[in-house]
């Protein structure tokens, strides 16, 4: 059911962390009215819980480095202390 729209949930997933499934299944339904209905909100609850899971273990394993974009080095503020 939400195969073809799994690119789509985890970009907003990662955009919108806090997003809940019913305003994901809300805009999955604006994309597709006849294929989707407020009985798939379970589904979507349990799709989110798990990619929720899924980054959260990225992160605890340490391969949050590998999908985390490197920051900008620091400015030097060169003399400045007093």
Do not use: C, H
Request: no cysteine; aromatic share 6%.
């Amino acid at each position: 059911m939400l195969g073809p729209y799994e690119a789509q949930i985890r970009a907003w997933l990662e955009a919108e962390p806090t997003l809940s499934a019913a305003v994901v299944l809300q805009r999955l339904m604006n994309l597709d009215q006849t294929r989707l209905t407020n009985k798939g909100l379970r589904k979507v609850q349990m799709a989110v819980k798990a990619w929720r899971q899924e980054s959260a273990l990225q992160i605890l394993n340490g391969d949050w480095m590998a999908i985390t974009p490197a920051l900008p080095p620091a400015k030097s503020f060169g003399n400045i202390i007093r």
